[in-house]
């Protein structure tokens, strides 16, 4: 996504030193792929998807009450 690709921008140059251009190469040669590849395949088996979001409580509160009531099972 352009939020993941941007991400990874800000990280590797400011934080690793790399340039734009390695940067870029590094996303489009293998984390692009390897997404495709691993990730996308296996979002149909996945009972719920959290966007990676600090601001999705909605979503933080279905897992904590999917986890609250199997705690209450046990």
Do not use: C
């Not at 352009?2 to 190469?25: A, M, P, S, Y």
């Not at 984390?31 to 990676?52: G, L, R, S, V, W």
């Not at 909605?58 to 199997?70: C, G, H, L, W």
């Amino acid at each position: 996504t352009d939020e993941r690709l941007i991400r990874r921008l800000k990280r590797d140059v400011n934080e690793r030193g790399w340039n734009l251009d390695e940067t870029l190469e590094k996303y489009q040669s293998v984390i692009k792929p390897m997404h495709e590849q691993f990730i996308e395949p296996t979002k149909e088996y996945a009972d719920i998807i959290i966007p990676n979001n600090k601001y999705n409580t909605v979503a933080v509160e279905i897992v904590k009450s999917i986890i609250n009531e199997k705690i209450m099972q046990s």
